[in-house]
C-alpha cells in the first residue's frame, strides 16, 4: 500500500511563488520516477514535471524556467518550487510515482491540491 499525500497549493497573484510538497508513505520501494501533474479547469490532466530513478528531470514546455523539481529521497518526500506563476498555472496539481514490481510498474496518486493564480 502506498499514500502520497500533497501540501503546498492555495492563492496566490500572479508573479507569486508557491512549494508543493509531496509525502510518500508505505510500500516506497522501486521508484522508477516520481512527479507532478496539473488539471487545469476543464481540461485533461497533463505532466508538469518528473524527476527518474537516476535524478534526471524533465519539464513541459510551459513551465520550463519557472518551476523546479526535487525530491529528499531519506524523507521519501517530492517537491515542486514554483516561481513566476501565472494564471494558466491554476489547475488541481497531482503528485504521481512510478514504482518497479517484479509484473510491472504500478501508478500511484495523491488526492490532489488546488493552485489558484490571480491575475
Known amino acids: 500500500q502506498v499514500q502520497l499525500v500533497e501540501s503546498g497549493g492555495g492563492l496566490v497573484q500572479a508573479g507569486g511563488s508557491l512549494r508543493l510538497s509531496c509525502a510518500a508513505s508505505g510500500s516506497i520501494f522501486g521508484v522508477n520516477a516520481m512527479g507532478w501533474y496539473r488539471q487545469p479547469p476543464g481540461k485533461q490532466r497533463e505532466l508538469v514535471a518528473q524527476?527518474?530513478?537516476?535524478?534526471?528531470?524533465n519539464y513541459a514546455d510551459s513551465v520550463k524556467g519557472r518551476f523546479t523539481i526535487s525530491r529528499d529521497n531519506a524523507k521519501n518526500t517530492l517537491f515542486l518550487q514554483m516561481n513566476g506563476l501565472k494564471p494558466e498555472d491554476t489547475a488541481v496539481y497531482y503528485c504521481?510515482?512510478?514504482?518497479?514490481?517484479?509484473?510491472?510498474?504500478?501508478?500511484?496518486w495523491g488526492q490532489g491540491t488546488q493552485v489558484t493564480v490571480s491575475s
Open positions: 524527476i527518474s530513478s537516476d535524478g534526471s528531470t
Open positions: 504521481n510515482v512510478v514504482l518497479r514490481r517484479l509484473v510491472g510498474l504500478y501508478d500511484y
